[in-house]
């Protein structure tokens, strides 16, 4: 069974850095892109990018592009996405995603339970 | 970027009747080569994650309900729900994922679904 789990809630204040994860199992790790998409409170479902964990290819929505690093350990399986300077307005639910298919990168047949952060100015 | 546009904004339908949602894309999501349009919708409940219900504009995922149907080509698309349950309420979000990013697969804007 393809699961993906992910790290639990945060709470940190503006500047700090933060890493949340997304541990996946019950299938092959290196051979299917993971894409983080972000939902801000009471609002839409916005894709930030995605990664191939074969070989750490990225590619980042121009909205989050320099905003965010993802990254990723195949030992492990598990995908991380990390912030070196946090902001009030990065206060979200966070979503980790697989697609249904390994020749199918866009639409997206499992998730993440969602990580929220929380961030104070 | 293809901008993605969803109505209603919210919905509210009585128990066993049919929901209807439109999704516009701002250019043409179907891809001539293979005939297919790049257009999926997924259901969101309040605290859970996203689930795929569509794929492909109209291909019903494993284990959804068939009274959830998907249809358009091009621009315009349509998520029907018909004899609706009050399992069924929740946002729904099309999706479109044509091309390879940047800049990416964008999300309509959510139609929120209740019952009359």
Redesign the interface.
């Known amino acids: 069974e393809v699961q993906l789990v992910q790290s639990g809630a945060e709470v940190k204040k503006s500047g700090e850095s933060l890493r949340i994860s997304c541990k996946a199992s019950g299938y092959n790790f290196d051979t299917y892109w993971i894409a983080w998409v972000r939902q801000m409170p009471g609002k839409g479902l916005e894709w930030m990018g995605n990664i191939y964990p074969g070989d750490s290819e990225t590619r980042y929505s121009a909205s989050f592009q320099g905003q965010v690093t993802m990254s990723a350990d195949k030992s492990i399986s598990t995908a991380y996405l990390h912030w070196s300077s946090l902001k009030a307005s990065d206060t979200a639910m966070y979503f980790c995603a697989r697609p249904r298919s390994f020749d199918s990168t866009g639409y997206y047949s499992y998730w993440g339970q969602g990580t929220l952060v929380t961030v104070s100015s | 970027?293809i901008v993605v546009t969803q109505s209603p904004d919210s919905l509210a339908v009585s128990l066993g009747e049919r929901a209807t949602i439109t999704c516009r894309s701002s250019q043409s999501v179907l891809y001539t080569s293979n005939n297919k349009n790049?257009l999926?919708w997924?259901q969101?409940k309040p605290g859970q994650?996203?689930?795929?219900l569509i794929?492909w504009a109209s291909t019903r995922?494993s284990g959804v309900p068939d009274r959830f149907s998907g249809s358009g080509s091009g621009t315009d698309f349509t998520l029907t729900i018909n004899s609706l349950q009050a399992e069924d309420v929740a946002t729904y979000?099309c999706?479109q994922?044509?091309g390879?990013?940047?800049?990416?697969?964008?999300?309509?804007?959510?139609t929120k679904v209740e019952i009359k």
Request: hydrophobic fraction near 10%.
């Open positions: 970027d790049y999926a997924y969101q994650p996203p689930r795929l794929y995922e979000y999706q994922y044509y390879n990013p940047p800049p990416g697969p964008t999300f309509g804007g959510g």
